[in-house]
């Protein structure tokens, strides 16, 4: 069985970076022709694609995004992370991680001072 979790700090500082990792368990996030994709929902508003890594590690971004943001994997630990730097209250949202039919249950990260 599949299955994706997030897991991250509930409540950031602007001009912080957050860190989220979403743990993959019943699949390696090596598997050839796997996409693990990062979402979010900010409050109120509609879930936005914000990037994703391949299964061999090519990454891509959406190019709309305000705060400087990288995506990664650890192949040992089975795990994708995002890396929103420099976040504002913008960041503030569900984030989501998705591969295929799969979501994560999301966690909220509100980002306040």
């Known amino acids: 069985q599949v299955q994706l979790q997030e897991s991250g700090p509930s409540l950031v500082k602007p001009s912080q970076t957050l860190s989220l990792a979403c743990t993959v368990s019943?699949?390696?996030?090596?598997?050839?022709?796997?996409?693990w994709n990062w979402f979010r929902q900010p409050p109120g508003k509609g879930l936005e694609w914000m990037a994703s890594?391949?299964?061999?590690?090519?990454?891509d971004y959406r190019p709309s995004l305000k705060s400087p943001t990288s995506i990664s994997r650890d192949t040992a630990k089975n795990q994708v992370s995002l890396h929103p730097s420099s976040v504002t209250t913008e960041e503030t949202a569900v984030y989501y991680c998705?591969?295929?039919?799969?979501w994560g249950q999301g966690t909220q990260v509100t980002v306040s001072s």
């Open positions: 998705y591969q295929w039919i799969y």
């Open positions: 890594i391949s299964w061999d590690g090519r990454t």
């Open positions: 019943g699949v390696s996030i090596t598997t050839n022709g796997a996409y």
